[in-house]
């Protein structure tokens, strides 16, 4: 099993653009979620999916798109970067509900917004 | 709003010292309880996970425990060692129908050769 993987691992964008983090997982888990980690304010989440064709927003999710159309894939798109989004980028996915399963964490993806 | 606490921020203890790591919660209604380690620049390993209706999870030179009652759980490293530098993150499940986690801060434990 490969677990979570993120693509790209870094990326630098400029203000307005667009782009899209990659997030697969290979265990069949249902709950896929998007965290981003800032320091001195700990992991938030972004939005997650409780399976596919289904997800909702966390506690972050301005400036953020999500979709599920596979239970394996889950990407993260950002519509139109700002500085404010400079942050390292974490997938997690878990067998069911977050709260009762153990977390599965990808290697992160390092953005940078000029 | 659940709150996770984790204190201090950092700690530094030489070689082979047992040590104790604190993470604190607001709610007890809690479903499980995570640790998780972080090395710089990677993502997360899970450590433990306790479900609610445990006391005490083993692997290892880890333990964790848990004691809802008064919403504290703990992870002891015995023996610590310069390859446990790192920063151990504590992650608490709630039920309902829309459950997450919830994360703390951190600690970042050096460990002195």
């Known amino acids: 099993n490969a677990g979570v993987t993120q693509t790209p691992k870094f990326q630098v964008l400029k203000t307005g653009q667009s782009m899209t983090l990659q997030c697969a997982q290979d265990m069949n888990h249902e709950y896929m979620s998007w965290y981003r980690q800032d320091p001195g304010m700990g992991l938030r989440l972004i939005h997650y999916s409780v399976g596919a064709g289904i997800t909702d927003q966390g506690e972050v999710p301005n400036g953020y798109n999500v979709s599920r159309s596979t239970t394996e894939d889950f990407p993260l798109r950002l519509l139109s970067a700002a500085p404010s989004q400079t942050s390292v980028y974490f997938c997690?996915?878990?067998?069911?509900?977050?709260?009762?399963?153990?977390?599965?964490f990808g290697p992160g993806t390092r953005l940078t917004v000029l | 709003k659940q709150e996770v606490t984790q204190i201090p921020a950092a700690l530094s203890v030489p070689e082979g010292e047992n040590l104790v790591l604190n993470c604190s919660f607001t709610?007890?209604?809690?479903?499980?309880l995570q640790w998780f380690r972080q090395d710089p620049g990677k993502g997360l390993t899970s450590l433990l996970l306790?479900?609610?209706?445990?006391r005490e999870q083993t692997s290892g030179r880890l333990n964790a425990s848990l004691d809802k009652s008064s919403g504290r759980s703990t992870l002891y490293i015995a023996a610590s060692q310069p390859g446990d530098s790192a920063t151990y993150l504590c992650?608490?499940?709630?039920?309902?129908?829309?459950?997450?986690?919830?994360f703390g801060k951190g600690i970042t434990l050096s460990v002195r050769p």
């Open positions: 709610d007890s209604a809690i479903y499980n």
């Open positions: 306790i479900q609610s209706s445990q």
């Open positions: 997690a996915s878990s067998l069911t509900l977050a709260g009762g399963n153990e977390q599965f």
């Open positions: 992650a608490v499940g709630y039920t309902g129908a829309n459950s997450k986690l919830t």
